[in-house]
């Protein structure tokens, strides 16, 4: 598996020595870049930055072994042996990082060129016949097709007889089924509107009547109640008042 040529050479060139680098292959610096060249190539990248993802998976992987590997000295002391192994794991996490990620865009990558080439191997569309063509009657032999004729207009009608006629004649407008036609001066969404309008209006007349009517029920039981607890000298002091008054008037 070799890497792609779309990748730029100078890109290339860079990451493969820096790889180069953490291989143990110090006298033979050809043998290092073809590992390093070989070990990009087997995560099947596709562009730089699956390269570059594919380059961080190695050097930390490669960092890591190395602190473990220091880390395995028995005369370092046991911080030290523990802080190596510690850095050790940050590394490796951080490959297992760059891991999913490349996966990721590769799973994406895949995915678009399947689709691609679904739609390429798709069924074509059938070419639609001519409307004209197929609705022109072809004719059989032996058989004789008749002229077409020409409709004549109408005759025009007199002038005596044209203000009859239409005065007859229904409206044509209206018939025809149009929203907008005219009825009484008016399209049909004006009318509509006006009959909105209308009932809007009815029903604020029948609320004004509604309260007018509850506010001389309330007065009406006011004057009830207050008749009601009126003192009774008062009624007897009215009805002598009368009285004397009938008294007076015939005398």
Not at 148 to 157: D, H, R
Request: net charge positive; proline share 7%.
């Amino acid at each position: 598996m070799s890497l792609p040529a779309t990748i730029a050479p100078a890109v290339l060139d860079t990451i493969l020595c820096r790889l180069a680098a953490l291989f143990a292959i110090t006298a033979n610096p050809t043998a290092a870049h073809d590992a390093a060249r070989q070990t990009l190539a087997a995560y099947d990248v596709a562009d730089e930055q699956e390269l570059g993802l594919a380059a961080d998976i190695i050097s930390f992987a490669l960092h890591a072994l190395a602190a473990l590997g220091q880390a395995a000295d028995p005369e370092l002391s046991l911080a030290k042996i523990l802080r190596l192994r510690g850095s050790a794991v940050s590394l490796s996490r951080e490959s297992h990082k760059a891991r999913r990620k490349l996966d990721q865009l590769q799973r994406a990558r895949r995915a678009a060129a399947n689709r691609a080439a679904t739609e390429s191997h798709s069924e074509p569309v059938a070419p639609r016949r001519d409307t004209a063509a197929a609705e022109t009657p072809t004719q059989q032999p032996g058989i004789a097709t008749a002229p077409a004729t020409e409709t004549e207009p109408p005759a025009a009608l007199p002038p005596e007889a044209a203000p009859a006629a239409a005065a007859t004649s229904p409206n044509t407008t209206a018939t025809t089924g149009n929203p907008a036609a005219r009825q009484d001066g008016m399209t049909w969404t004006q009318s509509y509107r006006k009959r909105q309008t209308d009932k809007r209006l009815a029903k604020k007349v029948l609320r004004a009547q509604a309260a007018e009517a509850r506010l001389a029920a309330q007065q009406t039981a006011t004057q009830q109640d207050a008749a009601c607890s009126a003192p009774p000298g008062n009624a007897t002091q009215k009805d002598a008042t009368q009285h004397h008054a009938t008294q007076a008037a015939g005398a």
